[in-house]
């Protein structure tokens, strides 16, 4: 059975940073292109950075230089790093098995002074 759980959520302010963690079972991350998407209130959900299975990586722009999205095989995570923060990065974040349905419950990342 395929479970994304992610964590790592929280309160932060503007320029922080923040680490969220997808813990994966019943995959192999290393043979999946995994993704982070985020959705704010009122808004749709939306691609913040994709892990493709050979290692490239694909951000949106608003996100470009400030997350980095990784994953530790041996502990079938996917991580996505997000430092210099801003209040427009306020949304609920969720891991995803790239292209697939298989979602995880999400983790509320809050940035606010």
Known sequence: QVQLVESGGGLVQPGGSLRLSCAASGIIV?????????????????LVAGLISDGRTNYTDS???????????????????MNSLKLEDTAVYYCNIW??????????VTVSS
Request: aromatic share 16%; net charge positive.
């Open 63 to 81: 996100v470009k230089g400030r997350f980095t999205i990784s994953r530790d095989n041996a502990k079938s995570t996917v991580y996505l790093q």
């Open 99 to 108: 292209g697939t349905g298989f979602w995880g419950r999400g983790t509320q």
């Open 30 to 46: 290393g043979f999946n292109s995994m993704a982070w998407y985020r959705q704010a209130p009122g808004k749709q959900r939306e």
